[in-house]
């Protein structure tokens, strides 16, 4: 076994649009619609740019069956810049594009090697002495430990299982194709190279066991820089692993302490402050989407939860004061008031009362959703609203958090707690 190199990515979603920015005025849309696809011309220049031996993709290079040919043809494009480059491909496919018929409809050029859904196999590169074991998923939901039917390693060989699977779970991500850390290692493969989970982890590095995430971010909850893994094998044993970010639009999560602050003007200057340091921090220079969470104890709270689109707009003008290409995806309110509330007077109190019994009891919430229901879907239909609106809220039968923030406005009202 000698020297070589090759990247490790997975979780393409080639084509899939990205969520959270359709009424957001001023977004490019073709840049947002063309992101993932500008990921994957990356990841192929850089694969031609550092000359690697071969690329490997841990599943869902698709995002299901195409919409038309298109994806496939860009596909096919791709492949054959990296035919040119003499750069084979194996991949194999996850539950977002197992077994699909699309996939099969083009030839593709011979340096690009799908891994069959039927059983394990093996893939070898006699002139790097590189042993590649896979198997594509079947269908979209593999319950069944894949790894544990794996193939015996190639000996004089460096072997890679290359695998779509969740290992024992994930927050994030369904559970397919369970198996455990001991399960991998029991092969005495050299390398893991997974996908599913869409952060970059390395979970393991005796063996190395990697994620290498997502390429391209497509909503919060898929947040900082993403890529692939740049792997760098010498004398048989991996030297180097270097995760290479390849996204071309970026997605970032900024909190706001607002603790203490007792003025709009206040809220806002820590607000672009915030934003400031974080898209210096992590924006590397690419399109940038935020969500923005105002959080700590303020007497505000109350002014800013009723006037939520207002804030909304005050962040978004921010951003763009900060940078021309940062956008914000959310402003998401988490503030509380500060002590316990002081309520003015008798009545306040008992419609506070109400508010939390209302909180805690469906039999009160649907009754309180029968009376609105009419009112807020009445609201809806007669324009344009905000996701975050009641209106909005409503229309998708979000009755907790509908009563968790008009509750909270209330609430800061009674108790006369706002300043300027």
Avoid at 235 to 256: I, M
Avoid at 334 to 359: H, K, N, S
Wanted: proline fraction near 5%; glycine fraction near 8%.
């Amino acid at each position: 076994m000698g020297s070589f190199h090759f990247l490790h990515a997975a979780d393409i979603h080639l084509d899939s649009p990205l969520h959270g920015l359709s009424r957001y005025d001023g977004v490019p849309a073709e840049e947002v619609r063309g992101a993932t696809r500008a990921a994957f011309d990356n990841l192929v220049a850089y694969a031609c740019d550092q000359a690697v031996d071969f690329v490997l993709i841990a599943g869902d290079l698709f995002d299901g069956d195409w919409k038309d040919m298109g994806t496939g043809l860009y596909f096919a494009r791709a492949m054959g810049k990296l035919a040119a480059a003499d750069i084979p491909v194996f991949w194999l496919s996850g539950n977002h594009d197992a077994a699909s018929a699309l996939t099969r409809s083009l030839p593709w050029p011979d340096t690009v090697k799908q891994f069959k859904p039927r059983r394990s196999h093996t893939h070898v590169i006699d002139h790097l002495g590189v042993a590649i074991h896979g198997q594509s998923f079947p269908n979209a939901h593999v319950t069944d430990n894949l790894a544990a039917g794996y193939p015996d390693r190639v000996e004089h060989h460096f072997n890679i299982g290359l695998l779509h699977t969740a290992l024992t779970g994930h927050p994030d991500h369904t559970t397919y194709a369970p198996c455990t850390i001991d399960d991998l290692r029991a092969s005495h493969y050299d390398y893991w190279a997974l996908g599913h989970v869409h952060d970059f982890t390395v979970v393991a590095e005796s063996p190395y066991i990697v994620f290498p995430g997502n390429l391209q971010g497509r909503n919060i909850r898929e947040t900082g820089p993403k890529g692939a893994v740049h792997v760098e094998v010498e004398d048989g044993a991996v030297a180097r692993l270097t995760h290479v970010p390849l996204d071309t639009v970026r997605w970032l999560r900024v909190e706001v302490n607002c603790t203490g602050a007792g003025t709009m003007d206040e809220v806002h200057a820590a607000t672009r402050t915030a934003l400031a340091n974080r898209h210096a921090d992590l924006s590397d220079g690419r399109p940038t989407v935020a969500r923005v969470v105002l959080t700590g104890s303020t007497s505000l709270a109350g002014k800013l939860q009723d006037g939520r689109a207002t804030q909304r707009d005050a962040v978004r003008a921010l951003a763009a004061a900060v940078a021309p290409d940062l956008w914000i995806e959310k402003v998401q309110l988490e503030v509380t008031m500060p002590g316990p509330a002081a309520v003015a007077d008798g009545a306040a109190e008992d419609i506070m009362a109400l508010l939390a019994e209302v909180r805690q009891s469906p039999e009160l919430a649907q009754d309180l959703k029968a009376d609105l229901l009419p009112f807020l879907t009445a609201a809806a239909k007669a324009g344009d609203f905000d996701e975050d609106s009641l209106a909005a809220m409503a229309a998708r039968d979000d009755w907790p958090a509908l009563l968790a923030i008009a509750g909270s406005a209330l609430e800061a009202r009674l108790t006369g707690k706002e300043t300027e």
